[in-house]
């Protein structure tokens, strides 16, 4: 199970931390990854991590802005937010691989390589 959190209100220019606490299976084992859906958009994925220390892929549009991070000992995935922007507005999810790393190419980012979802967080961006 997956229990997402930390999503709210931020201006342009701000920073926010998302949260996943994982229960039920251990977070290092897997691949994780964040997506976002935007009103009127399909679901995108931002970045995926591998376990324990293993690559990490982002979105073109947040490289450099965000960094995808884990509490192996409170078994939380993160997702530290800066530079925000109006079109960084969308509904959060974290996610599950079954796999430990990454799927490869550009397969990461879509949604069906996942196997559990956690049940997202609104982030709005607004001044």
């Known amino acids: 199970q997956l229990q997402a959190s930390g999503g709210g209100l931020v201006q342009p220019g701000g920073s926010l931390r998302l949260s996943c606490a994982a229960s039920?299976?251990?977070?290092?084992?897997?691949?994780m990854s964040w997506f976002r859906q935007a009103p009127g958009k399909e679901r995108e994925g931002v970045l995926c991590?591998?376990?324990?220390?293993?690559?990490?892929y982002y979105a073109d549009s947040v490289k450099g802005r965000f960094t995808i991070s884990r509490d192996n000992a409170k078994n939380t995935l993160y997702l530290q937010m800066s530079l925000l922007n109006y079109e960084d507005t969308a509904v959060y999810f974290c996610?599950?691989?079954?796999?430990?790393?990454?799927?490869?190419?550009?397969?990461?980012?879509?949604?069906?390589?996942?196997?559990?979802w956690g049940q997202g967080t609104l982030v709005t961006v607004s001044s």
């Open positions: 991590s591998g376990s324990s220390g293993g690559r990490t």
């Open positions: 996610a599950k691989s079954p796999l430990r790393s990454c799927a490869a190419g550009d397969n990461w980012s879509r949604y069906r390589f996942y196997n559990s």
């Open positions: 039920g299976f251990t977070l290092d084992d897997y691949a």
